[in-house]
């Protein structure tokens, strides 16, 4: 199988662990960069990610036009585009509305890595308020220039919150996009019920460090390869499962 084809794959197979693991609903989206033309990236027609199949994917430019495809797109495309443009490293986004992290995203609480297996999210985890920039609006990044506001405030991050919207994460790859994905929701939901209890002692710089090396390393059956396999299996996809 070629190295695009398997990314679609994975692709398609990211999408429904997002969805099998409440990090997206109706709503949300995961992209890929593809691999032979880094001024181009996947991502599916405007739909619910655990519907998307592998029909359902659509190649798009960076600045969100698509490649040769008519059919109905994601409006906040312009997230997944700017991001890579912006970030040779990224390779893959995902963007959604998971419950846990809201919060986080309109009170003065940063969310801070305090669970070892949290410690991808980085030192920083920024929340993006589109009325900064552009007042009133529907909230949605519909546009490039708000999609560059939005990179400009992820930096070289790995996750950045938006206030009164969602969030979105950027990986090396779809399995490590997925991880940060799921974990930046499990870190908010733990350090939200942590703070009833009293002071959080969070992780150091130097442990988030020693962490996102260790992860760095991708070393089989370890990190993103064993949590990718796992949700896969729970989203009803083993290794010889097919992919619709």
């Known amino acids: 199988m070629s190295e695009q084809k398997t990314l679609l794959r994975d692709l398609v197979i990211a999408s429904r662990i997002l969805a099998n693991e409440g990090i997206c609903d109706a709503f949300g989206h995961i992209s890929v960069r593809n691999p032979t033309n880094s001024e181009r990236f996947f991502l599916a027609r405007a739909i619910a990610p655990e519907l998307v199949n592998l029909d359902d994917i659509i190649e798009f430019y960076l600045d969100g036009t698509a490649v040769s495809d008519t059919r109905k797109p994601f409006l906040e495309r312009f997230i997944h585009g700017t991001l890579m443009a912006a970030r040779p490293d990224v390779q893959s986004v995902v963007h959604s509305h998971s419950r846990g992290v809201i919060p986080f995203g309109v009170t003065n609480t ?15 985890v920024p929340v993006w308020d589109a009325g900064d920039a552009f007042g009133d609006t529907n909230l949605l990044i519909s546009s490039n220039d708000m999609g560059d506001d939005f990179a400009a405030r992820l930096g070289d991050g790995r996750a950045a919150l938006m206030r009164g919207h969602g969030s979105t994460v950027v990986g090396r790859s779809i399995q490590e996009a997925v991880y940060t994905a799921i974990y930046l929701d499990v870190n908010a939901q733990l350090q939200a019920d942590a703070m009833q209890l009293g002071t959080v002692k969070y992780l150091t710089d130097g442990e988030i460090d020693l962490i996102q090396s260790r992860l760095g390393d991708a070393k089989p059956g370890e990190g ?10 729970r989203a009803g996809f083993g290794s010889d499962a097919p992919i619709p």
Do not use: E
Request: charged content about 20%; overall charge positive.
């Open 110 to 124: 940063p969310i801070r890595p305090l669970l070892h297996s949290c410690g991808v999210l980085g030192h920083d």
């Open 224 to 233: 993103y390869d064993r949590t990718w396999q796992y949700w896969a299996r």
